[in-house]
């Protein structure tokens, strides 16, 4: 099994920042991509950005050139750094992780999610 744990939500002002952190721990043998997701109120939930194991980057429009998503793969961690943060960047966020997950004689692949974290930005 895979737990995965977030960190670093909270109330700012627009123009403010946040960094947003996801710790994976278990019977992990590797992570493939990670990513962040995020979902308002009545809306569906829209990828914000990924990071391959090779540290490939993508990142939604609404949101280059503010986001940086980064990992350390020592730590199994991935991190959202959020700059110049606007009030649509509202919203509940969930990290991801593609796992390969370690079991007695073999192992097998499985999405993993956050328990979400709610950021708030005021105008």
């Known amino acids: 099994q895979v737990q995965m744990v977030e960190s670093g939500g909270g109330l700012v002002q627009a123009g403010g920042s946040l960094r947003l952190s996801c710790a994976a721990s278990g019977s992990i043998f590797s992570i493939n991509a990670m990513g962040w997701y995020r979902q308002a109120p009545g809306k569906q939930r829209e990828l914000v950005a990924a990071?391959?194991?090779?540290?490939?980057?993508n990142y939604a429009d609404s949101v280059k050139g503010r986001f940086t998503i980064s990992r350390d793969n020592a730590k199994n961690t991935v991190y959202l750094q959020m700059d110049s943060l606007k009030p649509e960047d509202t919203a509940v966020y969930y990290c991801n992780a593609e796992c390969t997950v370690r079991i007695p004689f073999g192992s097998y692949e499985k999405d993993y999610w956050g328990q979400g974290t709610q950021v708030t930005v005021s105008s």
């Open positions: 990071i391959t194991s090779g540290d490939s980057t």
